[in-house]
Structure formats: C-alpha cells, structure tokens
C-alpha cells in the first residue's frame, strides 16, 4: 500500500462514516477519486479525510447530501472554522438574532441563524453565538429584564434548530454515547449541545432528552450498549442512587452539567466532569477518564 493512503475501512473508522455511505458520495456525487492499489482497492488520502469531515459538518448544519456535496466541491479548502476577519461581520446576525428572539419575530430569527449556520463551524457556532446568547437571555430573564415568555420562546426555538442539525446523529459505526437528563430535569439544551459536539468527533448518540426515569436510562443502555452514559443536571436533583449504580454495573457512566458535583458522583460510584458541553464532548473523545 502505498506511503500516506488508507483503504476504505479506515476512512470510515476516522471519520464515523459508513463505508457504504462513503461509497455512494463517490458514485453520486463524484465527491472522491481514490487510486487504486495493486489489488484493486480504493486508497484514500488525507485530503478525502478532510472532505468527508467537511462533508459532514455541511449536513450537520441542516443541508441535503447534494447540497452539501456541491458546496465542498466548489471550496478550495474545506471549510472547518470561522476566519479569525470573519468576526466584525458575524457581529450583525449575531445581534439580529438576540433582537429577533426578544420580539418573538420567528422568520427573522431563522434568518439569521442561517446566515450564521452558513457562515461557522458547528462548534464557532456553538461556542460564539448559540452557548453566550443563551446565558445571556437566562441571565436577563433573573434580572427581570426579560420575561418568561421571551426565555421559553428563545430557548424553543433555539433547540428546535439545533435537533433539525442533529438529524442522524444515531447513524455510523463510530463510539456510541446514551445522553439523557434525570427525572426532575426539565431542561435539556446543553445535553443537545454535546450530542452535537459528539457526533462532530464522529460519535453516535442516542438521545432520551429531559426528564428520563433511571429505569427507562437503564434499559436503553442494555438494548444499546453505548460506551458512555451521560447524564446532564442543571440544578442538585436527589437521584435514586441504588438506581443509578444499577444503571453503572454496565456501561461507563458520567454526571456533568451546573448541578452536578464530585461529591455527588462519590455517593454514586460514577464519574463527575465539571465543564460545559463542548469541553466534555472533547474530553470524552480524547478517551480522557473521568473523575470517581
């Protein structure tokens, strides 16, 4: 095999994509020209590793397969980041958005998360816009400077894009992580934030979402198998703990999120990462072991 190449399996396992998937981008979309080893089989280099990447953040970001096959197609270099001069310029939508959110305007606010879906990498979008524009409206909300009405609609309408983005995210053959929060937990914005991240770095995730029973968690995991459980808490919930280490006689699992504490993954036996959601989806990627 020649120097740099890789065959078709581990283009697959690098990226989280099926090999069969991988093969219809090329046969469809034209999106690969392998070389072809002495035996006949494709050779991929790190180039076609970059445009399958790429080709998955353009999906990730709500587009068709062809759509997206066209835009890799057409750049030069895929994209992957937003350019540092790109920032004056993302400052309008970011601000158009927030104005969109607090007056209930539902079409100018998908206005202008397209623009800036267009415009960053999944993780810029999260980081820069999605994540500080959320606490933001949160903490206006404590201050009463913003109503309920206008959190709740912000936050809906929020993570209604941000589920469209994870369309698929169960799909591949990549690690495979159970996310959920516990019964009593109604919020669940920052757990679709690490799926996101997760299926990223090629993961694929099973989401149950907000306010999942233990016992429910805990049957999922057995059909699924995943590696990791991942249970998000916003506030300190009283979990049933023979429940959860029912729940960790199989797979690793994780507590993270603002109500979850080292000492409370002691009492439990589990495992406590103390970070937002975009740290913890690179913690669990970078095969880093958790606290006990």
């Known amino acids: ?25 090329e046969r469809r979309y034209g999106l ?13 280099s790190d180039a076609d590793v970059a445009t399958v990447e790429a080709m998955r953040t353009q999906i990730g970001h709500g587009l068709s397969a062809a759509e997206a096959a066209r835009r890799v197609l057409a750049s030069a270099a895929p994209p992957h980041a937003a350019r540092a001069d790109d920032t004056p310029a993302l400052e309008q939508p970011t601000r158009a958005l927030r104005d969109a959110l607090i007056d209930f305007d539902e079409a100018a606010a998908h206005t202008a998360l397209d623009q800036l879906i267009a415009s960053l990498s999944l993780e810029a979008l999260l980081r820069t816009v999605i994540l500080p524009l959320l606490q933001e409206i949160g903490e206006g909300w404590e201050r009463g400077e913003i109503t309920i009405a206008q959190e709740h609609f ?12 994870g369309r698929g995210w169960g799909r591949g053959s990549g690690r495979h992580a159970l996310l959920a929060a516990p019964p ?3 919020h669940d914005l920052g757990l679709v934030v690490l799926a ?8 694929r995730v099973t989401f149950l979402g907000a306010d999942a029973p233990i016992s ?30 029912e729940l960790a006689r199989g797979p690793r699992v994780m ?15 589990i495992e ?8 913890a989806a690179r913690h669990l990627a970078n095969g880093a072991p958790g606290r006990r």
């Open 1 to 25: 095999m020649s120097a740099g190449y890789i065959r078709i399996g581990e283009l697959s396992r690098r990226t989280g994509v099926s090999p069969e998937l991988l093969r219809a981008w």
């Open 32 to 44: 690969f020209e392998p070389d072809r080893s002495p035996g006949r089989f494709r050779l991929y």
């Open 154 to 165: 912000a936050s809906n309408l929020i993570r209604g894009r941000l589920m469209a983005l």
């Open 184 to 186: 009593g937990e109604q």
């Open 196 to 203: 996101l991240m997760l299926r990223d770095y090629g993961w």
């Open 216 to 245: 429910t968690i805990t049957d999922t995991a057995r059909r699924v198998a995943p590696e990791v459980v991942v249970l998000a808490l916003l506030k300190p919930l009283d979990l049933e703990q023979d429940e959860v280490r």
């Open 255 to 269: 507590i993270s999120g603002a109500g979850a504490s080292a000492q409370l993954a002691d009492a439990l036996g």
């Open 272 to 279: 406590h990462f103390d970070g937002g959601p975009i740290e």
